[in-house]
């Protein structure tokens, strides 16, 4: 468990990109063949790459390791059903006498366990924050004014994970941090705004001040951090 304050020192003394990673993101990986994601799966092998390299940085908030693992089974049934889906449709495709070449043996369990540990590794290769006062008693004030990107239920969670990446990043700000501090989800309903891929309103002031974009997918970070020219 890493503190702000800590990360915030190590950044300064070692300036890189850094993308703070919600739960939801890291289970697109594994929900890949269901959900079409293919590019989803290609971003998260190269922030693999360039997280060993130490091009970037990744953290995650301290809930999200234990939210990972309470979803992933629903997250790989998901997976299992885009690979018997894919195997079904080719098989009724050459039974109706479609021109295609033979279909691949690639059973359920064996690409799922590839996309699983590909999240998992990027789980683990991620900096885990601790929990500050500041962003804590931002999360909490978010919620009770009914705020992006508390949610009609009335959750914490995604509060919790926007308010200690702004509370680094104003850290960061702060000492003139050079490089970009993105937050990537794909929960879009909480953080973007309608039909968008920015923050929503209620978020950009505070997200402004702070210096934090956003990116709706692992993807959209890649290709965000590759047009500003901080990384190859």
């Known amino acids: 468990m890493t503190t702000l304050a800590q990360a915030a020192a190590d950044l300064i003394a070692a300036p890189r990109p850094i993308l703070f990673l919600d739960t939801c993101t890291l289970l697109d990986i594994v929900r890949a063949p269901l959900r079409d994601l293919t590019v989803a799966v290609r971003a998260g092998v190269e922030l693999r790459a360039l997280e060993a390299s130490g091009t970037v940085r990744l953290f995650v908030q301290d809930i999200v390791p234990g939210e990972w693992a309470e979803n992933l089974p629903a997250a790989r049934r998901d997976g299992e059903a885009g690979v018997r889906a894919f195997t079904a449709t080719w098989q009724i495709a050459a039974d109706l006498g479609q021109p295609a070449p033979p279909l691949p043996v690639l059973p359920p369990g064996t690409l799922i366990d590839e996309l699983e540990q590909l999240s ?91 210096g934090l974009r956003y990116a709706i997918s692992l993807e959209a970070a890649v290709a965000d951090l590759r047009a500003a020219g901080e990384i190859p």
């Open 120 to 210: 998992h590794d990027l789980v683990m290769a991620a900096d885990t924050l601790d929990r500050d006062y500041a962003g804590m008693s931002w999360a909490i004030d978010r919620v009770a004014a009914k705020q992006k990107p508390s949610s009609a239920k009335g959750t914490v969670k995604d509060c919790h994970i926007l308010g200690h990446a702004l509370r680094l990043s104003t850290l960061l700000a702060a000492a003139g941090y050079p490089n970009s501090r993105l937050l990537v989800s794909s929960n879009r309903s909480d953080f973007a705004a309608p039909n968008a891929t920015v923050f929503h309103p209620d978020i950009v002031p505070d997200a402004a001040a702070a």
